[in-house]
């Protein structure tokens, strides 16, 4: 059976999805034809069902769950780590309200988790995240939203924090940051769609045990990216919750959909959310 699949090119996402992809392992009898992007483009290819299996940000995921469901492997959480708002020059919390942001897409968990922390901020304009920094240093935007490898590399280009939101997510709540997950089309045969999940699991074990495999395939579609960036970055999404949410990274998922709902910027979403 073959099924069609997007995601990243984020260094996390072809760590994981090597094996799954490339023939490393048993994949039983699916074949997957994969689509790598951006993560915005996958969020908004995912909005008209085009994928099968998709990776996708938790905010946009809300958009989306009447039509698919969230695996159990493969998501990017984690503690104390997230978007960075950085700016050229200083700019304290309480005047990020009045300045001009470039977010790295709408539906981003990025943007989302602005909303939460600051409702007020509206002067936001979307960017390819790659662009972001350029922007902010250019003076075109007084603030850029900065995600993936960006965060190892602003402070080397001149520019400042402003917040991590990573950080006020845990301060907020005390759980883990849910940044994106896999997602997979809720008319998927339910034996199917767990043997996706178990063999994706399967990969991102394979990884984990044989780290140098994927260095090919992840330098692929990080060309401008060091080494140690990679690994930085790896190391950073690729924990315990991408092998299996577990009742921990469900919850956490569970409250920024919670916090979300209060604020009105998400839609009302189905009972079931996760595979089960």
């Known amino acids: 059976m073959k099924l069609t699949l997007g995601f990243s090119t984020c260094p996390n996402d072809t760590f994981i999805f090597d094996a799954m992809v490339n023939n490393k392992i048993d994949t039983h009898g699916l074949v997957f034809e994969s689509h790598l992007a951006d993560v915005e483009e996958l969020n908004r290819t995912a909005f008209n069902a085009v994928a099968d299996i998709t990776k996708i940000s938790y905010h946009a995921f809300a958009f989306i769950a009447d039509n698919y469901l969230l695996l159990t492997a493969g998501s ?11 700016s050229s020059k200083k700019i304290y919390p309480d005047e990020v309200n009045d300045i001009s942001i470039a977010i790295p897409g709408k539906f981003t968990t990025a943007n989302l988790l602005m909303s939460i922390a600051w409702p007020g901020a509206q002067n936001r304009h979307e960017y390819l995240f790659s662009d972001i920094e350029d ?22 280009r001149g520019l400042k924090k402003i917040s991590d939101l990573g950080e006020y997510w845990t301060e907020l709540t005390g759980e883990a940051i849910p940044l994106g997950g896999i997602a997979i089309r809720r008319d998927i045969p339910k034996e199917i769609a767990l043997k996706v999940n178990r063999l994706l699991q399967k990969s991102i074990g394979y990884a984990l045990q044989n780290p140098e495999s994927s260095y090919d395939y992840v330098k692929k579609y990080a060309v401008t990216m060091e080494r140690e960036v990679m690994k930085k970055h790896i190391a950073l999404y690729v924990n315990d919750y991408t092998l299996d949410l577990g009742e921990r990274g469900k919850a956490a998922i569970n409250r920024l959909y919670d916090e979300a709902s209060e604020r009105a910027v998400i839609p009302e979403l189905p009972e079931q959310v996760f595979i089960t």
């Open 135 to 156: 922007v902010v240093l250019d003076g075109e935007m007084d603030a850029g939203l900065i995600i993936h490898e960006n965060r190892f590399t602003y402070e080397d």
């Open 76 to 86: 990017a959480l984690g503690f104390n780590n997230g978007p960075l708002l950085v």
